[in-house]
Protein backbone atom coordinates (compact mmCIF):
# COMPACT_ATOMS: atom_id res chain seq x y z
CA UNK A 1 0.00 0.00 0.00
CA UNK A 2 1.67 3.36 -0.94
CA UNK A 3 1.86 5.71 2.08
CA UNK A 4 3.59 9.19 2.52
CA UNK A 5 4.50 10.00 6.09
CA UNK A 6 5.48 14.01 7.00
CA UNK A 7 7.57 15.31 10.00
CA UNK A 8 8.99 18.54 11.18
CA UNK A 9 6.32 20.66 11.60
CA UNK A 10 6.30 22.51 14.54
CA UNK A 11 5.29 26.01 16.29
CA UNK A 12 8.37 28.65 15.04
CA UNK A 13 8.60 32.65 15.47
CA UNK A 14 8.21 34.55 12.41
CA UNK A 15 11.52 34.62 10.61
CA UNK A 16 12.72 31.40 11.89
CA UNK A 17 12.99 28.20 9.67
CA UNK A 18 11.80 24.50 9.84
CA UNK A 19 12.65 21.87 7.73
CA UNK A 20 9.80 19.29 6.29
CA UNK A 21 10.45 15.47 5.51
CA UNK A 22 8.47 13.48 3.28
CA UNK A 23 9.17 9.52 3.36
CA UNK A 24 7.26 7.27 1.26
CA UNK A 25 6.83 3.59 1.66
CA UNK A 26 5.22 0.53 -0.78
CA UNK A 27 6.72 2.44 -3.95
CA UNK A 28 9.33 4.11 -5.45
CA UNK A 29 9.29 7.74 -4.64
CA UNK A 30 12.22 8.31 -7.44
CA UNK A 31 9.76 7.36 -9.90
CA UNK A 32 7.75 10.34 -9.82
CA UNK A 33 7.41 14.13 -9.08
CA UNK A 34 6.20 14.99 -4.98
CA UNK A 35 4.50 18.18 -4.54
CA UNK A 36 4.37 19.76 -1.12
CA UNK A 37 0.77 21.22 -0.34
CA UNK A 38 -0.89 23.25 2.05
CA UNK A 39 -4.12 23.78 3.96
CA UNK A 40 -4.63 26.80 6.61
CA UNK A 41 -7.94 26.93 8.35
CA UNK A 42 -11.06 27.59 6.06
CA UNK A 43 -8.89 27.99 2.97
CA UNK A 44 -8.71 25.38 0.15
CA UNK A 45 -5.68 22.96 0.01
CA UNK A 46 -2.73 24.46 -2.58
CA UNK A 47 0.49 23.62 -3.91
CA UNK A 48 3.81 25.11 -2.43
CA UNK A 49 6.43 23.56 -4.24
CA UNK A 50 7.32 20.45 -6.88
CA UNK A 51 10.32 18.49 -7.88
CA UNK A 52 10.72 16.41 -10.71
CA UNK A 53 12.15 12.59 -10.50
CA UNK A 54 15.56 13.74 -10.97
CA UNK A 55 15.68 16.53 -8.18
CA UNK A 56 17.42 19.05 -10.66
CA UNK A 57 14.37 20.89 -11.91
CA UNK A 58 11.90 22.33 -9.25
CA UNK A 59 8.76 24.72 -9.11
CA UNK A 60 7.73 26.74 -6.05
CA UNK A 61 4.25 29.31 -6.24
CA UNK A 62 4.92 32.80 -6.31
CA UNK A 63 4.14 33.05 -2.16
CA UNK A 64 7.23 30.94 -1.20
CA UNK A 65 9.86 31.40 -3.93
CA UNK A 66 13.39 32.52 -2.70
CA UNK A 67 12.48 31.30 0.96
CA UNK A 68 11.04 27.09 0.29
CA UNK A 69 13.52 25.04 -1.07
CA UNK A 70 12.22 21.70 -2.12
CA UNK A 71 14.76 18.56 -2.62
CA UNK A 72 14.80 14.84 -2.63
CA UNK A 73 17.01 11.64 -1.82
CA UNK A 74 15.75 8.95 -3.58
CA UNK A 75 18.38 6.59 -1.66
CA UNK A 76 15.83 7.40 1.04
CA UNK A 77 13.05 7.63 -0.33
CA UNK A 78 12.29 10.94 0.85
CA UNK A 79 11.51 14.45 -0.17
CA UNK A 80 12.39 17.55 1.84
CA UNK A 81 11.10 21.25 2.51
CA UNK A 82 13.59 23.53 3.84
CA UNK A 83 11.32 26.32 4.60
CA UNK A 84 12.67 30.03 5.85
CA UNK A 85 11.98 33.16 6.94
CA UNK A 86 8.67 31.87 7.99
CA UNK A 87 5.46 34.29 8.32
CA UNK A 88 2.18 34.18 9.96
CA UNK A 89 0.50 33.29 6.91
CA UNK A 90 2.46 30.13 6.20
CA UNK A 91 0.91 28.73 8.99
CA UNK A 92 -0.98 25.82 7.70
CA UNK A 93 -1.27 21.86 7.77
CA UNK A 94 1.64 20.52 5.01
CA UNK A 95 1.07 17.69 2.90
CA UNK A 96 3.36 15.75 0.34
CA UNK A 97 1.42 13.61 -2.35
CA UNK A 98 2.14 11.98 -5.23
CA UNK A 99 2.09 14.84 -8.23
CA UNK A 100 2.52 12.36 -11.12
CA UNK A 101 5.39 12.08 -13.73
CA UNK A 102 6.44 15.94 -14.01
CA UNK A 103 5.83 18.96 -12.16
CA UNK A 104 3.41 21.82 -13.50
CA UNK A 105 4.87 25.33 -14.05
CA UNK A 106 5.26 27.63 -11.46
CA UNK A 107 2.18 29.85 -12.39
CA UNK A 108 0.38 26.64 -11.74
CA UNK A 109 2.34 25.43 -9.06
CA UNK A 110 -1.14 26.45 -6.42
CA UNK A 111 -2.83 24.73 -8.37
CA UNK A 112 -1.39 21.55 -8.55
CA UNK A 113 -2.81 18.03 -7.87
CA UNK A 114 -1.68 15.32 -5.79
CA UNK A 115 -2.20 11.32 -4.71
CA UNK A 116 -1.48 9.29 -2.13
CA UNK A 117 -1.61 11.90 0.81
CA UNK A 118 0.13 11.99 4.11
CA UNK A 119 -1.42 12.74 7.44
CA UNK A 120 0.18 16.10 7.06
CA UNK A 121 2.00 18.40 9.42
CA UNK A 122 1.19 21.25 11.40
CA UNK A 123 3.39 24.19 10.96
CA UNK A 124 2.33 27.45 13.09
CA UNK A 125 4.51 30.65 12.31
CA UNK A 126 3.42 32.90 15.79
CA UNK A 127 5.30 35.16 18.32
Same mark, same amino acid.
Given at each position: ?5 E ?19 ? #? ?8 ? #? ?26 ? *??? #? ?6 ? *? ?7 N?? *? !???T ?11 ? !? ?23
Amino acid at each position: QPQLVESGGGLVQPGGSLRLSCVASG #FTLGYYAIGW #FRQAPGNEREGVSCIRTSGGSTNYGDSV *KGR #FTISRDNA *KNTVYLQMNSL *K !PEDTAVYYCAVAGIDC !PPDSLVTRMRGDYWGQGTQVTVSS
